[in-house]
């Protein structure tokens, strides 16, 4: 994989993560305030803050599964066997 490979692939990783990031701002605020006038309850707290907590953990969780699954790559970021160092 040449440099320019590699800074594309960077790229868009970062731009996976950031628009990742934005889904998951508006899920929060969804989950949270969008939620906030309906009546119910669950383990004993109102529905709005369990969806605003652990749904938007669980929600992160498959957002990152998501992406490093489809999007991220593994590979190597430097040249050969000890680039970078001195030897």
């Given at each position: 994989m040449?440099e320019?490979?590699?800074?594309?692939q960077?790229c868009?990783?970062?731009g996976?993560?950031?628009?990742?990031l934005?889904?998951?701002i508006?899920f929060?605020?969804?989950a949270?305030?969008g939620l906030?006038?309906v009546?119910?309850?669950?383990?004993?707290?109102?529905?709005?803050?369990v969806?605003?907590s652990?749904?938007?953990?669980?929600?992160?969780?498959v957002?990152v599964?998501?992406?490093?699954r489809?999007?991220?790559?593994?590979m190597e970021?430097?040249?050969?066997?000890?680039?970078?160092?001195?030897?």
């Open positions: 040449s320019f490979e590699k800074y594309q960077i868009r990783e970062a996976w993560t950031g628009a990742a934005l889904v998951l508006v929060w605020i969804f949270g305030f906030a006038g009546k119910g309850e669950l383990l004993g707290l109102p529905l709005w803050a969806t605003s652990l749904g938007v953990w669980f929600f992160a969780i957002l599964k998501l992406l490093t489809f999007v991220f790559r593994d970021l430097t040249e050969g066997k000890g680039a970078g160092r001195d030897e």
